[in-house]
């Protein structure tokens, strides 16, 4: 971290951000301690990293990560979206989820990829963008059991670190990225939020998004299914790394999430 030399105003007033050598700059305002509105600091972040995001679904994860790499100039890798990509290839040539031989085959020969010039990140299977077909009710409804399907995982997982090699500066999300895919990772978070929070954010999206009145009662009770089964899963269960940094969001809004996730990364990237 560069500290800004008083004596070396700059001319122009700088704007929270990515700056042109990579680094994150932050203007401090008095509200932070800082003595004007024109004290800056680089937060650079020009190192390769790793900065992992897992936890249950409903904590906003996806948001979040996608937030804190734009917020620090990294790269995202959702991949989810690599899972969904697989169940929707799965479903459009009709294999059976006990076809795991197949499965394999046709994943494999999909040349699943990324297009890193679309923002978010475009997933691409086929050549083609499989971006809105992952969104898909028939996708999200049979996802998680392709998910336990181990060769489906150990491809997956292998793919997700060729990707970290060729972006080694990325912040990769989903459930079980800092416990088993990047076990060194220098920063690992790990999302929480109560069952009935979680139900009630997915009741008001489901309102906002389709304008479907929903159980919030039926809703929790799905979710605690869930996680029971995606903790209990025999592979890529989803666990809390021990060296994680445990936020529970329960009670903060999106930007305080980002705030707190930002401290933890400047904490443990000791920049
Ligand atoms: O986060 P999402 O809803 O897009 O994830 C889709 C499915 O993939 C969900 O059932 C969880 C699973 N998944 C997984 O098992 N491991 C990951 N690293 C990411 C997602």
């Given at each position: 971290m560069a500290q800004h030399d008083s004596s070396a105003r700059p001319t122009q007033r700088l704007s929270p951000g990515v700056d042109v050598s990579g680094g994150v700059v932050e203007v401090l305002g008095p509200s932070r301690g800082a003595k004007s509105l024109?004290?800056?600091?680089?937060?650079?972040?020009?190192?390769?990293?790793?900065?992992?995001?897992?936890?249950?679904?409903?904590?906003?994860?996806?948001?979040?990560?996608?937030?804190?790499?734009?917020?620090l100039g990294l790269d995202i890798l959702d991949t989810g979206s690599m899972y969904r990509t697989a169940a929707a290839i799965a479903i459009d040539s009709k294999i059976e989820l006990d076809?795991?031989?197949?499965?394999?085959?046709?994943?494999?020969?999909?040349?699943?990829?990324?297009?890193?010039?679309?923002?978010?990140?475009?997933?691409?299977?086929f050549g083609?963008?499989?971006?809105?077909?992952?969104?898909?009710?028939?996708?999200?409804?049979?996802?998680?059991?392709?998910?336990?399907?181990?060769?489906?995982?150990?491809?997956?997982?292998?793919?997700?670190?060729?990707?970290?090699?060729?972006?080694?500066?990325?912040?990769?999300?989903g459930r079980d990225?800092?416990?088993?895919?990047?076990?060194n990772a220098q920063v690992k978070i790990y999302l929480d939020a109560s069952a009935d929070v979680r139900a009630r954010r997915r009741s008001e999206q489901l309102k906002r998004e389709q304008n479907v009145d929903t159980d919030v009662n039926k809703l929790r009770a799905e979710i605690e299914a869930r996680d029971a089964n995606d903790k209990s899963r025999p592979f890529g269960a989803l666990v809390c790394p021990k060296d994680a940094a445990v936020v529970d969001t329960s009670d903060l809004d999106l930007d305080q999430v980002i705030d707190r996730l930002y401290e933890i990364v400047r904490e443990k990237a000791r920049v």
């Open positions: 024109d004290e800056v600091r680089v937060f650079r972040l020009d190192q390769p990293i790793v900065i992992t995001i897992d936890g249950p679904a409903g904590t906003g994860k996806s948001t979040v990560a996608h937030r804190l790499a734009r917020r076809q795991h031989k197949r499965l394999l085959e046709v994943v494999r020969a999909s040349h699943m990829t990324f297009n890193w010039k679309a923002q978010p990140p475009e997933i691409i299977a083609k963008s499989y971006a809105r077909r992952i969104r898909e009710p028939d996708v999200t409804a049979v996802v998680s059991q392709y998910a336990g399907v181990r060769e489906l995982r150990d491809l997956l997982v292998g793919m997700q670190r060729e990707i970290a090699k060729d972006h080694p500066r990325i912040v990769s999300e990225q800092g416990s088993i895919v990047f076990p």
